[in-house]
């Protein structure tokens, strides 16, 4: 069964400092992993995707993706609160896209001015 | 991103009536769009995958019958809730697959079934 995993939260951060948000995933074979932002009442709109063990940064945003650990992270430097949102963590399975995405619940993250 | 638009936004409907809602690609030719369900405070749930000019594959669980998905070309999917009632109420929210992997969302649809 595929999961995903995230902390519910609410997680909350001060403005200007960096929120860290974690996800973790049962399938082994999974290839693409996204971040997501939802902000209330509105769909998921993307933020991130990362394919390869590492680092990626664009922007404020960098995900890190440890695949031996099944395990894929966001960080928000010198968050704002505009930056207020739900954070989803969603994985591809081994097929590919063309299969769908499996999400977790979302983290809350709250940014306090 | 590719852009997608979802109507209506927001339906209210008796029970035992069914509601159309529509998926459109804007600026992408959509070969796979995929339907979402999403109820309160809870996580986005694939309901099914929508294949151009085939049939949809659906999740576990989800009932053909009842959600009806016609990807008749490129720009539009439908999902149609048939006799709709209170526990179908939930949000609805399509997306595409652009490229390999990356998928785009609609607005959402926002259905409440009295």
């Known amino acids: 069964q595929k999961e995903v995993e995230q902390n519910s939260g609410p997680l909350s951060v001060p403005e200007g400092a960096i929120a860290s948000l974690n996800c973790t995933y049962s399938?082994?074979?999974?290839?693409?992993f996204f971040w997501y932002r939802q902000y209330s009442g509105k769909s998921p709109e993307l933020i991130m995707f990362i394919y390869s063990n590492g680092d990626k940064e664009d922007g404020r945003f960098t995900a890190q993706l440890n695949k031996a650990s099944q395990y894929v992270s966001l960080l928000i430097r010198d968050s704002q609160p505009s930056d207020s949102a739900t954070y989803l963590c969603?994985?591809?399975?081994?097929?590919?896209?063309?299969?769908?995405?499996?999400f977790g619940k979302g983290t809350h993250l709250i940014i306090q001015p | 991103g590719a852009v997608v638009s979802q109507h209506p936004s927001r339906v209210i409907c008796k029970s035992g009536t069914s509601v159309k809602i529509e998926c459109r690609s804007l600026?992408?030719?959509?070969?796979?769009m995929f339907w979402y369900r999403q109820f309160p405070k809870q996580s986005l749930m694939l309901m099914a995958t929508s294949n151009e000019g085939s049939k949809a594959t659906y999740e576990q669980g989800v009932e053909k019958d009842k959600f009806l998905i016609n990807h008749a070309s490129l720009t539009l999917s439908t999902l149609t809730v048939t006799s709709a009632h209170p526990e179908d109420s939930s949000f609805y929210i399509c997306s595409l697959l652009a490229g390999l992997n990356t998928q785009y969302f609609g607005p959402g649809t926002r259905l409440t079934v009295l």
């Open positions: 600026d992408f030719q959509a070969t796979t």
């Open positions: 399938d082994r074979g999974s290839q693409s």
């Open positions: 969603a994985v591809n399975p081994p097929g590919g896209g063309a299969d769908g995405l499996t």
